[in-house]
């Protein structure tokens, strides 16, 4: 899975070319890796401020406004892959990372709900 992470400002404040800049470098890789059938599913997020968080309180699920942690960069967007290699998923992560996803976070997929069976036995 390629997850990516931006500044809600920062993206917030992209012109409409820096807007068409980023569409035009994923729709690109996404037909790249269409013709490869490495990409399986990915989505935009929403800003954050629209996120609602649930935590258990009293053992009921608690909702409240506003993304999980206070942070500069948040989730903006994922890919979930299939690729031969941890090194040609990070070589598809590098093609996402520019001045708007400054960060991108390359993470194995255990399975289906990520939660299989431990490596350590």
């Known amino acids: ?4 992470y931006a500044d809600p400002a920062a993206t917030a404040a992209m012109t409409a070319e820096q ?3 980023v569409f035009a470098r994923h729709e ?4 790249d890796l269409a ?3 490495e990409l399986l599913n990915g989505a935009g997020l929403a800003y954050p401020a629209d996120t609602t968080v649930l935590r258990l309180h009293d053992e009921a699920p608690v ?11 948040h ?20 093609r996402v990372v520019d001045f708007h996803v400054v960060a991108v976070e390359v993470r194995p997929v255990h399975d289906s709900f990520g939660m299989g069976p431990s490596d350590d036995g």
């Open 28 to 31: 690109a890789l996404h037909r």
């Open 63 to 73: 909702p409240s406004d506003g993304p999980l942690t206070a942070a500069p960069v």
């Open 19 to 21: 807007r068409a800049e």
């Open 75 to 94: 989730l903006t967007a994922y890919y979930v892959l299939d690729c031969a290699s941890p090194e040609r998923a990070r070589e598809i992560a590098g």
């Open 35 to 37: 013709d490869t059938g």
């Open 1 to 4: 899975m390629v997850l990516m």
